[in-house]
């Protein structure tokens, strides 16, 4: 259900990018039981969709939080 989800608001070339969102959406749930959780890295030129994919992973993921320029 979330790869249904993530596939029906994005538009991408490579249909393995679903399942990896997928997989790590999931992991959000349960992160707390790896030593380390990492991060997806979107890059792209303006206005193809990055912030969208952004917002669906932040809305389908566990406690999911807004934030840019974030430092290490």
């Given at each position: 259900?979330?790869?249904?989800?993530?596939?029906?608001?994005m538009?991408?070339?490579?249909?393995?990018?679903?399942?990896?969102?997928?997989?790590?959406?999931?992991?959000?749930?349960?992160?707390?039981?790896?030593?380390?959780?990492?991060?997806?890295?979107?890059?792209?030129?303006?206005?193809?969709?990055?912030?969208?994919?952004?917002k669906?992973?932040?809305?389908?993921?566990?406690?999911?939080?807004?934030?840019?320029?974030?430092?290490?």
């Amino acid at each position: 259900m979330v790869r249904e989800t993530i596939a029906y608001y994005m538009d991408v070339k490579d249909e393995r990018i679903f399942d990896v969102a997928t997989c790590w959406v999931i992991g959000t749930y349960c992160y707390e039981l790896f030593e380390s959780y990492g991060y997806l890295y979107f890059h792209g030129l303006r206005d193809t969709g990055k912030s969208k994919f952004k917002k669906i992973l932040r809305l389908t993921g566990f406690n999911g939080q807004e934030a840019s320029s974030i430092s290490e």
